[in-house]
């Protein structure tokens, strides 16, 4: 008999360790379904009965209060239009330590650190003991740090999380990992052992002065119904270890013949080892459990090449930029030191460059992304750097004594281990490579936060995820990932509602002011779209105050600090309009058009550029944005049962959207200020009235024209783009920009050996050497990926629908062109798999569509009259005109 499967809690497929009070609940319907009619759920000590709904996405478990440790696995069956279902396979989840009282371990920290080292590049080992003699029933591990930690039972590493415990708001969320240790245990003493080093606050300027520290708890049940507590205290010992400096930027430095590489050992010589000191003002209030997937080494990749361009130095090439390390297994003789560079560019002479995106770590003699290993020569030995990362496609190797073989070397591959959930293929080998570039760059960028580049940034940049995420949403599931972001941006707001522009700030204090619109926005529209592809109403509900203060901060800039009257406030019936249009305040603008640098500054660089941005005009994007956050809000609070904000907020969206009419639109239908970017962001946000639409439209195919049919637009008004001149009747111009091969285009990056989406158009010349100007030169930035949204929701048709999020009703609407005879997609949405797939012979046009159980489709082929249709494989055909090819 058919069953439920595919069981979530959450959005975690591994959900051990949690802190939320109630879980939710996913599912999949069985295959041959069309609707669910009723569920009926049996978690640990609760049984919901049979429940008449046809929800089977974050159902909330509605059970007995849950209690700290409490291990509970979970059943579903389901009544839908094909009958009574089986009982689902069992699915689990565990809760974590649940109140600060359940704690007994203390925290710890080392005493000193090496005079004029940064403590926060030190690396330290911890070693503590549990003496244990009952037989063990189960046994977990509680632990997190301040820096980063791997932790050791007898000498097994515990888990394959990486970077744990994780970047986050430290002071407001520490997160911890739970572990099953059950089979790490031995009767009597046990040697608990911790590697830690300072992590993302080695390298943040606002945990600089932030001790490294670690808190453990081992909790062992045995079998007679004892629970025995060990944990850190005062009676552990630490000492600097065999990684000698380890920083997330400058990489990691290892000496293999340091003997306390042997920590785990029981009969170890502990002299030189130090008591630990411990802390007594820690908040464990703050501690949390997961709501994201834990970063992982996910593959690894071997060379394509390995060449020597000097005598003394080798390159490692992967043939593929990623964000990881590399591990080594040819470590030569003992002393033997091995250095590592690792960088995405070659020079002219074949040799590694990272000038591009050092940021000036090179002039000042500084390492960046440069590892450093010391061979012990043992038999067996490699080196795995697993307290960096590093964001690279070729690795220089000096001081190996021997030419390295490519089974030498591996690039592992290290990011949040997010479920693949999109796919794309078309009959265009061109695009097929750009959406795995797309794919890649933002892997790449997937470390436990959303990166804006993995090498010399590696910060969550507010306006690049409220860019991105719809496209992330497709390709990987980015809910718990989202979630935890969004808890971490909202922390770090100002009491005023300012935004930072990463989350989690990473900043002692800002270096320009805060509130930039398309930045600060991200508090509103990344909420917005995580709720159209998940449905999880709760997040819109958990994040409101912090959309709402975001929002009601924009209002105050607008209201308090108008600027002069303009000829076009006189001429409406109100002036009032003024206190609708946000033109004030510091802004990044639409940052990274094609020339902007040289048309902000005349130099060229971004310095110069940056500080032209106080003095900037960016009012048109503000206000705009302004009127999406808070056209957005007034749909998002109905939502989430406050009918009368939604009424205030669209009370005032309206009002700013017809100052945004009076200010920005001229009596000859043409926009202020007259750019690609202003054109896209008008249709795309819904600011021109129904009337002027196509005019609008044509002035942006116009402005397209007169830049020889290339875009010139920056971060913010690229994703909408294509999107907007196909909603407007211009497919065929928006295959054209996608289709173009000259700078500044998609297929450029393609054509010059780009594997993953560049920062800056002009990112490699075309002998595939760095060539953007300085400062804006990453080679894996994954922003203007978000054209690949264009490529999933427009080529092969799979859209969303806002009325009803998660995939419940959405559209099919290929829009062939540009020459394509064929493409499909795939997407495991919420309640199954998606598919769409057509090719075209001569005038005929082919669907196949695949949709989920508990779904419904509009399906809209070109030619042919839309239907809707419900779950289900079906084979549709048309017939299509000339200019629909």
Known sequence: ????????????????????????????????????VAYRIRAGRWDSGMVESDQSIL????????????????????????????????????????DPSDWKASWIEPFTCTQGEPETDRCWVFRGTANHSDLVRRARLYVTAHGIYEFFINGHRVGDAELTPGFTSYESRLQVQSFDVTDLLVAGENVLAAVLSGGWIGWTPRYRDMRVGLLAQLEVEGFNGSLSCYGTGSEWLYAGGPIKSANLIRGQVLDLRDLRLDCCEPDIDLA????????????????????????????????????????????VDLGQNINGWVKLSNLGPSGSTITLTHGEALDTDGDLTIEHIADGAVERGEPF??????????????????????????????????TLS?????????????????????????????????????????????????????????GDWQIFVPTAAFLYDVAGFSAKWLRDLAADQRPEG????????????????????????????????????????DLLAQQWDSMAAWVAYAQRKARQHPGPPRESARKLPSPQHEHYVWNSGFHFG??????????????????????TLHTADHSSLATAYLYRSTKLLATMARIVGRADDGSRYDEYAASVKAAWQAEFMMSDGLLKPDTQATYVRSLAFDLVPEAARAQVAERLVDLVRKADTHLDTGFLATADLLPVLADTGHVDVAYELLLQDTEPSWLAMINRGGTTVWEHWSGLDEEGRPNAPKGVGSLNHYSKGAVASFLHRYVAGIRPNHDCPGYRRFTIEPCPGGGLVSASAAHDSPY???????????????????????????????????ERLRSGSYRLSTRVRRHDR
């Not at 709501?291 to 071997?302: D, H, K, L, T």
């Open 498 to 537: 300012e935004v930072w522009y990463c989350a989690p700030n990473h900043e002692a204090a800002p270096f320009h002011p805060l509130g930039s619109a398309g930045w600060g926005d991200a508090a509103v529209i990344v909420p917005w779209e995580v709720y159209q592809a998940y449905g999880d109403r």
């Open 59 to 98: 159902v909330p478990y509605a059970g007995p209060a849950l209690r700290s440790r409490e291990h509970v696995e979970w059943t579903v069956k389901v009544w839908t239009d094909a009958g009574e279902s089986a009982w689902s396979e069992y699915g689990s989840w565990e809760m974590g330590l649940l």
């Open 369 to 402: 992304q440069r590892d450093q290993v010391t061979s012990a020569g043992r038999s067996g030995d490699s080196f795995e750097p697993r307290h960096t990362t590093h964001g690279f496609r070729y690795v220089r190797v000096e001081g190996h004594p021997d």
């Open 590 to 611: 639409e940052w990274l058009e094609p020339d902007m640098l040289t048309k902000s500054s005349g130099s060229g660089d971004i310095e110069s550029h940056m500080a």
């Open 272 to 315: 030189g080892w130090t008591p630990v000191r411990t802390a007594a003002d820690v908040d464990f209030s703050r501690l949390c459990g997961p709501v994201a997937p834990p970063v992982r080494r996910i593959e690894e990749v071997s060379p394509v090449m390995v060449s020597r361009p000097h005598p003394d130095r080798q390159i």
């Open 832 to 866: 199954g798999r998606i598919e769409s797939r057509w090719h075209l012979d001569g005038d005929r046009f082919t669907a196949e569509i695949v949709i989920p159980p508990g779904a419904t489709a509009d399906v809209v082929l070109p030619g042919a009259e839309p």
């Open 406 to 462: 490519s089974d030498d070397v591996r690039g592992v591959v290290v990011h949040t281990d997010l479920r693949r959930t999109g796919w794309f293929e078309c009959s265009d080998q061109r695009l097929n490579r750009l959406h795995d570039a797309i794919v890649w760059s933002f892997r790449g960028n997937a470390c436990d936060i959303p990166t804006d580049c993995p090498t010399r940034e590696r910060a969550g940049w507010t």
């Open 1 to 36: 008999m058919l069953r439920p499967e595919r069981l979530m809690v959450e959005h975690l497929e591994e959900a051990c360790g949690i802190t939320m009070a109630k879980p939710r609940l996913s599912w999949w319907l069985p295959k041959g379904c069309t609707q669910q």
